[in-house]
């Protein structure tokens, strides 16, 4: 079902961006044949122009056209942009040319050679003075400029559109699924408060009991873990307070219960017992978290034999937390996309501790998680961000 659901979404996005590619091409060889047909019928009203003027020889009287009915034929074209000019390109009339562009050569100059690239100039010759003409040089209408951008302008406005409502739907579905997951995760931690009380209950019988206490202190242990997952589960989608922390500890705390729990072939090294105390305003439950998926990600990279190093280092302004081990590696093609969700290596597991980790450290804690190296075969190390804090 889900197959067909995800077929069905795939061929409904195909045939929106088919429409819209053909919409999009409709419009615009729409409008680049009106277009064409405007430039046609300007050049058809210059055409006009030079005809009338070339008619009426008495339409000229000191440069100027006097005659009505050739300024009545000029009027109806007003909005089209022209230089006329003697043989030796002296400017006689002009229209719709700024003064700083007549008054100055080179400039007058490069519109003429503009509007020569635009339309083919017209000459226009005088039935009483066959040695002297005038030339009409012309360009396009601010009309016929905009039919030409316009399409190109509906193209970007309908794209813009496009991308901002692709938008809207990913984020709808990705606040949708956020709202699924909290849900999710918020009824488990609800769902386990029953057995996890029930265990606290039998975890005092067994004291009571003439038995190996020693084992029981370890059930403890494992069931105090099994408490703060399910308080890690309930503040998923709540307010997280962040409060002044020592880094050290709280990794240490994580380390020493992995130390336990471990294959006998794997080591598991950790620094920051054995130097100077380092600050950040964290959540100790939820980074908790991300520094036991981070160690389970590497146990299971070194399946069952290797090394895991959880190194604490910082400077200034920033404490790093590196968890190195000696597993199989990552591609560097993959350094990314194994904080995706779902994205995993294993053939177990639904591919959501590292992608939950990111989430943690940089959307709660304003950090950064990112793997600093790996190579097939050599092994990975992934690094945690935060601001230091001072007290």
Known sequence: MKLRRDIFSFRNRVVVICVGVALGAISLIYTNNMARRLKEKEQHDVALWAHAMERVNRD???????DPLVQDIMSNGNNIPFIITNENLEVINSHLIPERIIDHPDRLRRKIDEFTEENTPLPVRFMWNS?????IFYGKSWLLKSLYYFPYIQLLVITAFVMLGFIAFRSSKHDEQNRVWIGLAKET???LGTPTSSLLGWIEYLRSQDIDQSAVEEMNKDLTHLMKIVDRFSKIGSETPLTPANINEIVGESVMYFRKRIPRNVTLDYNGLAMAPVQASVNSALFEWVVENL???SLDALQGH???DVNISSDDKHVMIDVKDTGKGIPKSNWKRIFEPGFTTKTRGWGLGLSLSRRIVEEYHEGRIAVIDSEPGKGTTIRVTLKRFFA
Not at 60 to 66: E, F, H, N, R
Not at 131 to 135: G, M, N
């Open 131 to 135: 040695e002297h003409y005038h030339i």
């Open 189 to 191: 931690a609800h769902q």
């Open 60 to 66: 000229v009287l000191g440069g100027v056209v006097t």
């Open 306 to 308: 290797g090394a895991i």
């Open 295 to 297: 160690m389970k990600n």
